[in-house]
């Protein structure tokens, strides 16, 4: 019990996020200074925002560079101020010059709203205390803040790369389940695959966050994090096999009618889900693994194989199913892999100014997003006549997320959370509860809102602004005059972040669907000529593999957000979620065809060369039909035809992957010529080919 309530994900952050805030406060009561604790524990808000409880290699370098920068900012904010220059000119510098850290890393990334927070913070201090106990607030706060997440982590270790590991195989074992739960009602695409690819890209999503952590921590001093890198290598192992699919609904509907063969694969599917479950949570409450063993129901599957020899189903399902089996009963990878550098790497300073100087540079956008945005939210504070509007622009950095949709339904979480929030303080305040209770209740709702926050960001919203209304009401004893006042501008910061996300430098996703999409095939091409080369490793064809879910990711996340967007061609997305799906298929080929070929089950030299340039042909011409706005040439040959003079004879399993893709590429080119001529005719589709990253 008790490793539940303290390993639990939410529970352990919202223990961990309340404890901070809330013994500054205690310790500030003990020496008769509750104002001082207040103050004190406003700068984890700036804490969190930037990141810095992220487990990491360099976990106290980043602190400093955190606290000197929230310093810096309150600095430059109380001079500037104090010299009488405008703040929109203040807030416009600061964004422009804090927004190079989006190109040194996307974890730097958030150091930028993070000390901006930290200036806005410092508007309603600036003038009623000296200029260096600002400063002293936030460097002593970050200092607090740092040494007792490194106490959490050091007495909870790698618990947050266990949280991902354990979601990662919760996941899979719901995309196990799924996939072969009702094995006939998967022959139509259209209904069956979307829930499964959702699926299926959550945990590349998952498989990707997962390496990002093993890359920030250092894993060779440690024997624990030693173990979870092979529990992360196992989920490697069965994802590739989990994932891959044969795609021949008639043969399955053939198998089902001739045998039991329906039953035994759910049987086996279920089996490796209740496995995967108890393992997630063994992973997540620091408990080992017991015995497993399924056998029998591989057993079954091997006798299906054998009575129906003829049918590629049977055989499918009973090697994968062995392999899988194989995997959760020794508790052990099929094979270790180096892992691979990892791709996105750390920029030095200067080459991410030169970077971010350049006007294609979407951090440098992002931060001009800001700045406007900023600046329009402090006039509207001097309309107003707001001296410090800091409300407004709090209000736009903490609701403004990176796309559309996502910042939509942020502002109407934000928007509810705060009316709802602002109508229970302003009910209790007239009760003139005495201070103890006061804080008392405080610490409950804080602990109940970090609870929830990560689920419910609206009702915990509410629970936050009751907080912030009684922090006011603490520090001033006028807490009640600043609902009616917090309302106006929670709806004014909402309305400028909507405007802003929608009007200044968007970018929409569906405008970046054609890039993305070469993306992905660039990444195929780039993974087919490594498995059919004569000289490829294991290490290599897996990083690759990775390379090309990613980038699939990359393409599935951008058309669902675009499909949120609003003005834009709902037949062209239509036609691009097919041409998703195929792309989908040919990553679980290559999915498919990596295991094959770290089990040596390749072709001849003569007949790899010659599949090889018959997908570079399908590749290229599907990459040209989206980067060129011409016409399709009529009477253009198909690329299997190239294939003909082939040996003769049945297709060995690489051989049937091959074909399978080349027909995906040959259904994406002529989806692509289709939905190219319904693309919107504005703003980044005016232009003819595609931009250089």
């Given at each position: 019990?008790?490793?539940?309530?303290?390993?639990?994900?939410?529970?352990?952050?919202?223990?961990?996020?309340?404890?901070?805030?809330?013994?500054?406060?205690?310790?500030?009561?003990?020496?008769?200074?509750?104002?001082?604790?207040?103050?004190?524990?406003?700068?984890?808000?700036?804490?969190?925002?930037?990141?810095?409880?992220?487990?990491?290699?360099?976990?106290?370098?980043?602190?400093?560079?955190?606290?000197?920068?929230?310093?810096?900012?309150?600095?430059?904010?109380?001079?500037?101020?104090?010299?009488?220059?405008?703040?929109?000119?203040?807030?416009?510098?600061?964004?422009?010059?804090?927004?190079?850290?989006?190109?040194?890393?996307?974890?730097?990334?958030?150091?930028?709203?993070?000390?901006?927070?930290?200036?806005?913070?410092?508007?309603?201090?600036?003038?009623?205390?000296?200029?260096?106990?600002?400063?002293?607030?936030?460097?002593?706060?970050?200092?607090?803040?740092?040494?007792?997440?490194?106490?959490?982590?050091?007495?909870?270790?790698?618990?947050?790369?266990?949280?991902?590991?354990?979601?990662?195989?919760?996941?899979?074992?719901?995309?196990?389940?799924?996939?072969?739960?009702?094995?006939?009602?998967?022959?139509?695409?259209?209904?069956?695959?979307?829930?499964?690819?959702?699926?299926?890209?959550?945990?590349?999503?998952?498989?990707?966050?997962?390496?990002?952590?093993?890359?920030?921590?250092?894993?060779?001093?440690?024997?624990?994090?030693?173990?979870?890198?092979?529990?992360?290598?196992?989920?490697?192992?069965?994802?590739?096999?989990?994932?891959?699919?044969?795609?021949?609904?008639?043969?399955?509907?053939?198998?089902?009618?001739?045998?039991?063969?329906?039953?035994?694969?759910?049987?086996?599917?279920?089996?490796?889900?209740?496995?995967?479950?108890?393992?997630?949570?063994?992973?997540?409450?620091?408990?080992?693994?017991?015995?497993?063993?399924?056998?029998?129901?591989?057993?079954?599957?091997?006798?299906?194989?054998?009575?129906?020899?003829?049918?590629?189903?049977?055989?499918?399902?009973?090697?994968?199913?062995?392999?899988?089996?194989?995997?959760?009963?020794?508790?052990?990878?099929?094979?270790?892999?180096?892992?691979?550098?990892?791709?996105?790497?750390?920029?030095?300073?200067?080459?991410?100014?030169?970077?971010?100087?350049?006007?294609?540079?979407p951090a440098l956008r992002n931060a001009a997003r800001l700045s406007v945005m900023l600046s329009a939210a402090s006039l509207a504070g001097a309309a107003l006549n707001l001296p410090k509007p800091y409300w407004i622009l709090m209000t736009v950095l903490l609701v403004t997320q990176n796309g559309y949709g996502a910042t939509r339904v942020r502002i109407f979480h934000r928007a509810a959370g705060t009316l709802a929030?602002?109508?229970?303080?302003?009910?209790?305040?007239?009760?003139?509860?005495?201070?103890?209770?006061?804080?008392?209740?405080?610490?409950?709702?804080?602990?109940?809102?970090?609870?929830?926050?990560?689920?419910?960001?609206?009702?915990?919203?509410?629970?936050?602004?009751?907080?912030?209304?009684?922090?006011?009401?603490?520090?001033?004893?006028?807490?009640?005059?600043?609902?009616?006042?917090?309302?106006?501008?929670?709806?004014?910061?909402?309305?400028?972040?909507?405007?802003?996300?929608?009007?200044?430098?968007?970018?929409?996703?569906?405008?970046?669907?054609?890039?993305?999409?070469?993306?992905?095939?660039?990444?195929?091409?780039?993974?087919?000529?490594?498995?059919?080369?004569?000289?490829?490793?294991?290490?290599?064809?897996?990083?690759?593999?990775?390379?090309?879910?990613?980038?699939?990711?990359?393409?599935?996340?951008?058309?669902?957000?675009?499909?949120?967007?609003?003005?834009?061609?709902?037949?062209?997305?239509?036609?691009?979620?097919?041409?998703?799906?195929?792309?989908?298929?040919?990553?679980?080929?290559?999915?498919?065809?990596?295991?094959?070929?770290?089990?040596?089950?390749?072709?001849?030299?003569?007949?790899?060369?010659?599949?090889?340039?018959?997908?570079?042909?399908?590749?290229?011409?599907?990459?040209?039909?989206?980067?060129?706005?011409?016409?399709?040439?009529?009477?253009?040959?198909?690329?299997?035809?190239?294939?003909?003079?082939?040996?003769?004879?049945?297709?060995?399993?690489?051989?049937?992957?091959?074909?399978?893709?080349?027909?995906?590429?040959?259904?994406?080119?002529?989806?692509?010529?289709?939905?190219?001529?319904?693309?919107?005719?504005?703003?980044?589709?005016?232009?003819?080919?595609?931009?250089?990253?």
């Amino acid at each position: 019990m008790w490793r539940r309530l303290i390993y639990h994900p939410e529970i352990n952050y919202a223990l961990r996020q309340t404890l901070v805030l809330c013994l500054p406060v205690a310790v500030g009561i003990l020496l008769g200074h509750l104002q001082n604790g207040l103050l004190f524990s406003l700068v984890p808000a700036c804490c969190n925002i930037a990141g810095l409880d992220t487990p990491h290699k360099r976990f106290f370098k980043r602190l400093i560079v955190g606290g000197s920068l929230f310093a810096g900012c309150s600095l430059a904010v109380q001079l500037l101020l104090f010299n009488a220059v405008p703040l929109p000119l203040i807030l416009t510098g600061l964004a422009m010059i804090l927004g190079v850290t989006a190109e040194i890393s996307s974890l730097h990334a958030r150091l930028l709203p993070a000390s901006l927070i930290a200036a806005i913070f410092t508007l309603s201090l600036a003038g009623n205390m000296p200029v260096w106990q600002p400063l002293l607030i936030y460097a002593l706060g970050t200092l607090w803040y740092g040494l007792f997440n490194w106490l959490w982590f050091w007495l909870w270790r790698e618990q947050p790369l266990r949280e991902s590991l354990s979601l990662l195989y919760r996941n899979l074992a719901d995309y196990c389940e799924a996939k072969y739960s009702m094995l006939t009602q998967h022959a139509d695409p259209e209904t069956a695959l979307p829930p499964l690819l959702t699926r299926q890209q959550k945990a590349v999503d998952l498989i990707t966050q997962c390496y990002q952590q093993l890359h920030m921590l250092s894993l060779n001093r440690n024997g624990e994090y030693k173990r979870l890198l092979r529990i992360f290598q196992m989920g490697l192992d069965l994802q590739e096999h989990i994932s891959v699919s044969l795609h021949q609904p008639a043969e399955v509907q053939k198998l089902v009618e001739q045998s039991h063969a329906e039953a035994v694969i759910r049987w086996n599917a279920q089996t490796v889900s209740a496995r995967l479950r108890v393992m997630a949570d063994d992973i997540l409450y620091h408990r080992l693994p017991t015995r497993f063993n399924m056998d029998k129901q591989t057993g079954a599957l091997e006798k299906i194989a054998r009575q129906h020899p003829d049918n590629p189903v049977g055989q499918f399902c009973a090697w994968h199913f062995n392999r899988i089996a194989r995997v959760l009963q020794s508790h052990r990878p099929l094979y270790s892999r180096n892992l691979m550098a990892d791709s996105e790497r750390r920029l030095p300073l200067l080459p991410a100014l030169k970077s971010y100087l350049s006007l294609k540079s979407p951090a440098l956008r992002n931060a001009a997003r800001l700045s406007v945005m900023l600046s329009a939210a402090s006039l509207a504070g001097a309309a107003l006549n707001l001296p410090k509007p800091y409300w407004i622009l709090m209000t736009v950095l903490l609701v403004t997320q990176n796309g559309y949709g996502a910042t939509r339904v942020r502002i109407f979480h934000r928007a509810a959370g705060t009316l709802a929030g602002l109508f229970i303080a302003g009910a209790t305040l007239h009760f003139r509860v005495p201070e103890s209770y006061t804080l008392s209740g405080m610490l409950l709702v804080t602990l109940i809102s970090y609870l929830i926050v990560r689920k419910s960001y609206g009702w915990a919203t509410v629970g936050f602004t009751v907080t912030a209304v009684y922090t006011l009401q603490l520090l001033t004893l006028h807490g009640d005059q600043f609902i009616f006042a917090r309302l106006i501008d929670t709806l004014i910061g909402c309305l400028i972040a909507f405007a802003g996300m929608v009007w200044l430098w968007p970018q929409w996703q569906s405008g970046l669907l054609r890039q993305n999409a070469h993306d992905a095939l660039e990444a195929d091409q780039n993974a087919l000529r490594l498995l059919l080369s004569a000289d490829h490793e294991a290490p290599a064809m897996a990083y690759q593999r990775m390379r090309v879910n990613q980038a699939h990711n990359t393409l599935y996340n951008s058309l669902n957000q675009a499909m949120q967007e609003p003005g834009f061609n709902n037949n062209y997305l239509a036609d691009m979620k097919l041409w998703v799906t195929h792309s989908q298929f040919i990553v679980e080929h290559i999915n498919a065809m990596t295991i094959l070929a770290r089990e040596h089950n390749m072709l001849t030299e003569n007949l790899a060369q010659r599949y090889l340039e018959s997908c570079e042909i399908a590749l290229q011409r599907c990459q040209q039909r989206l980067e060129y706005d011409d016409p399709g040439v009529n009477g253009e040959n198909n690329v299997m035809e190239s294939l003909e003079g082939r040996p003769q004879g049945p297709l060995s399993p690489m051989e049937i992957h091959l074909h399978r893709i080349l027909g995906h590429l040959n259904s994406m080119y002529t989806i692509s010529s289709v939905a190219w001529r319904q693309r919107p005719h504005h703003g980044i589709w005016l232009s003819r080919r595609l931009r250089e990253r």
